[in-house]
């Protein structure tokens, strides 16, 4: 079956890295652009990171730019989000999509794009 799983999220200090891994079966990820999303409790989903799949242009959020970086690894069929110079704000669940194209920060799909479950980062002391 088709589905997207995210990994790596966890408790990380003000400060801190952390690498989220989103990793795709049942269908080819090299062929969609991926998104990662963010939402923190009581507030939106938002956009943070976009990588295209025609040209691998990448696309940032401000609030994260320059402390995130998305990336890809065709060959496993998994998409990263490297995270630097963690805030508290950033405490929210993380989930990856795959779609059609980016705009902006944002992964669309003209039907449904493939969602994962999201994992949980909590940036705290």
């Known amino acids: 079956q088709v589905q997207l799983v995210e990994s790596g999220g966890g408790l990380v200090q003000p400060g801190g890295s952390l690498r989220l891994s989103c990793t795709a079966s049942?269908?080819?990820?090299?062929?969609?652009?991926i998104g990662w999303f963010r939402q923190a409790p009581g507030l939106e989903r938002e956009g943070i990171a976009c990588?295209?799949?025609?040209?691998?242009?990448?696309y940032y959020a401000d609030f994260v730019k320059g402390r995130f970086t998305i990336s890809k690894d065709d060959a496993k069929n998994t998409a990263y989000l490297q995270m630097n110079n963690l805030e508290p704000e950033d405490t929210a669940v993380y989930s990856c999509?795959?779609?059609?194209?980016?705009?902006?920060?944002?992964?669309?799909?003209?039907?449904?794009?493939?969602w994962g479950k999201g994992t949980l980062v909590t940036v705290s002391s």
């Open positions: 999509a795959a779609g059609s194209v980016c705009d902006d920060a944002q992964v669309v799909d003209d039907g449904a794009p493939y």
């Open positions: 049942g269908f080819t990820l090299d062929v969609h652009a």
């Open positions: 990588i295209s799949a025609s040209d691998d242009r990448k």
